[in-house]
């Protein structure tokens, strides 16, 4: 029983660091690269592309042994697109902001290589508690780097946080970091720095 639980808790933990989806896997990197200009774009895009990963991979791992093996891809996208849709018309009704923020790239969730790609590696050939676990490590770990993707772009772009001013006015912005030029640098960084902690890591 323990060991089930240590290893429960390490395919939990994966998808915060070591399998991080976007730092160590570089999936997902289209909308992390296109709405992190600010924290609220980026927690609001990590917890929709959460519930969908989650939802799906629940419906996926049930239905993993009466999917069709030749139209196993269409099924899980359809499957997908559900909740895609779900997730896109409660932000426009409840947060039609945040929605009209995120634009296109809520219904492109359909097609993010995070949310197919663990159904066809973990959740089509588990059970759906351990479906359940890997969804919400790998999701919470693409929360995570988008937030502080869009902290670091938004502190430094508008010396806001979560639309907070946090900077006197003695800090001058910097236009580059709202702008795509901006995405590009600082998720660069932080692949990097996860890149030299691995490192460090692994001579310990």
């Known amino acids: 029983m323990a060991k089930k639980s240590i290893s429960l808790s390490k395919e939990f933990l994966k998808g915060l660091w070591d399998d991080n989806p976007v730092l160590r896997m570089l999936l997902g990197l289209c909308p992390t690269l296109a709405v992190t200009n600010s924290a609220i774009n980026g927690l609001s895009m990590g917890l929709a592309t ?10 996926i791992s049930l239905l993993r042994k009466v999917i069709p093996h030749q139209v196993r ?12 849709t779900v997730a896109d018309k409660f932000l426009a009704a409840y947060l ?47 929360v ?11 502190i430094l772009g508008s010396a806001t946080l979560f639309n907070i001013q946090v900077l006197g006015d003695w800090f001058n912005p ?10 590009f640098l600082t998720l660069g960084l932080l692949i990097g720095l996860g890149n030299w902690l691995n490192e460090r890591k692994v001579k310990i």
């Not at 959460?50 to 419906?59: A, D, R, Y």
Request: hydrophobic fraction near 55%; charge should be positive.
């Open 50 to 59: 959460t519930f969908v990963l989650l939802s799906s991979s629940i419906i």
């Open 96 to 142: 039609p902001e945040i929605s009209k923020a995120l634009g296109p790239y809520v219904p492109l969730i359909v097609v993010n290589c995070l949310i197919l790609g663990r159904q066809e590696a973990f959740s089509s050939k588990n059970g759906v508690g351990r479906s359940i676990i890997d969804a919400l490590g790998m999701g919470l770990g693409f």
């Open 174 to 183: 910097w236009m580059i970091m709202i702008l795509p030029p901006g995405a």
């Open 73 to 84: 891809i269409a099924g899980y996208i359809v499957i997908i697109a559900t909740f895609v």
């Open 144 to 154: 995570f780097v988008l937030v502080v993707l869009g902290s670091i772009r938004e």
